[in-house]
C-alpha cells in the first residue's frame, strides 16, 4: 500500500511538469480585434506562416472580433483563460482611448505586451480636385470656413491626430466620424468631405491612380513607398501620429508559457521571409518587444488622456 501510494504522489508531481513541457498541447487562438480581411487581420496570418517554421507542430486558430473600434476584442483577450492558448492582437490609439474614456473593461495591466509588428503612418488625404495643396492650404481654409474631416470613429488614431493638428494650427474642424476605410475612401473620392486623416497603406493606391491626394504624412522622415509627400514637420507642423499594431496574451499566463511566447515572437518578427513578406505586402515594419511596447502605449494613453480631459467624446 505504501508503495502505490509513493507511486500516485510521484505520479501527481511528475504531471504539471509533463503537462508543461508539451506546450502547447492545444490550438493557439489568436484574436483579431476587427473583421477578417484588414491590415490587422493579415498581419496575424502572416505571423502565423512564420510562427509554423519555429513551432512546426503547433496549430493557429484566428477568431475574428469586430465591433467597437476593436473594444470587443480587446476584452475578449483580457478576458481570456490564462493558459497560453489564447493571445491577440492590439491595435492604437483604440486600445488605450476606451480605457481613458472608461468605457473598457480592461487596462493594461490586463495584458502581458508581446510586443509590436507594424506601424501605418497617419495622412491627411484631400479630394484631387480640391484647391488644398498643402498643410498651410488646409489651415488657411478652416480659418475661412468650417471643413468638414473624417475620420474613423471617435478616439482612433485618425481622431486624435485631427485634435492635435486642430491644436497645433489653431484650428476646428467638423469631424465626421465614419464606420471605416471604406467609407473614408468614398467620401474623398467623391469629393464628399473636404479632407480626410487616414492611414497611409489605406491610401497610397488611390493618391498614385490620381484619385486622391495626400499632402502630408504625420512622421519624422518622409515615407519610401510616397516620397514625393512631405512630412508635416517639412511644412511647419509637428504633429505625429501612427497606428501601430502588436501581440498580448491575457495576465496571468504562467511565466515559462510567456517566455516561449514572447521567444517566438522575437524570432517571428526578424525572420527574412517574415520581412519580405510583410514588405510586399506594405505592412510598414516597426519591431518593439515587449518592454518597450509597453512604454509606448503607456505614453501614448497618457497622450490621449490629455486630448480627451481637453474635450471629452
Not at 505571423?47 to 507542430?57: E, N, S
Not at 488611390?206 to 518622409?222: C, F, S
Amino acid at each position: 500500500m505504501k508503495r502505490l501510494l509513493f507511486l500516485v504522489l510521484a505520479f501527481c508531481l511528475v504531471l504539471p511538469v509533463a503537462a508543461q513541457a508539451e506546450y502547447p498541447e492545444s490550438p493557439i487562438t489568436i484574436v483579431v480585434p476587427s473583421k477578417a480581411g484588414g491590415s490587422t487581420d493579415a498581419t496575424a496570418r502572416l505571423f502565423i506562416l512564420t510562427a509554423k517554421k519555429y513551432w512546426p507542430g503547433a496549430d493557429f486558430v484566428v477568431k475574428n472580433v469586430g465591433g467597437s473600434g476593436g473594444q470587443k476584442g480587446f476584452e475578449e483577450i483580457a478576458d481570456a483563460k490564462p493558459d497560453g492558448l489564447t493571445i491577440g492582437m492590439v491595435f492604437t490609439t483604440q486600445v488605450v482611448a476606451h480605457v481613458v474614456s472608461q468605457r473598457a473593461r480592461y487596462t493594461l495591466d490586463s495584458f502581458h505586451v508581446m510586443g509590436n509588428i507594424n506601424d501605418d503612418p497617419e495622412i491627411v488625404v484631400v479630394p484631387p480636385a480640391s484647391a488644398i495643396k498643402n498643410l498651410d492650404d488646409f489651415a488657411k481654409a478652416a480659418k475661412a470656413k468650417s471643413l468638414t474631416v473624417a475620420v474613423n470613429g471617435i478616439g482612433s488614431d485618425d481622431f486624435v491626430a485631427a485634435k492635435k493638428y486642430e491644436e497645433a494650427a489653431g484650428v476646428a474642424f467638423n469631424l465626421m466620424p465614419t464606420k471605416g476605410s471604406t467609407e473614408q475612401k468614398s467620401a474623398i473620392m467623391g469629393g464628399h468631405v473636404d479632407a480626410s486623416f487616414m492611414n497611409l497603406s489605406q491610401m497610397f493606391a488611390q493618391h498614385q491612380a490620381g484619385q486622391a491626394r495626400i499632402i502630408a504624412i504625420l512622421t519624422e522622415k518622409r515615407s519610401d513607398l510616397l516620397p514625393d509627400v512631405p512630412t508635416g514637420k517639412e511644412q511647419g507642423c509637428n504633429v505625429l501620429m501612427t497606428a501601430t499594431r502588436g501581440f498580448v496574451a491575457p495576465a496571468g499566463v504562467d511565466k515559462a508559457v510567456l517566455a516561449k511566447l514572447d521567444d517566438l515572437f522575437l524570432k517571428v518578427v526578424g525572420d527574412p521571409d517574415f520581412v519580405a513578406a510583410a514588405n510586399k505586402d506594405h505592412l510598414f515594419l516597426w519591431p518593439m518587444n515587449g518592454p518597450e511596447y509597453l512604454e509606448y502605449l503607456k505614453g501614448l494613453q497618457a497622450e490621449t488622456q490629455r486630448y480627451y480631459d481637453k474635450a471629452p467624446w
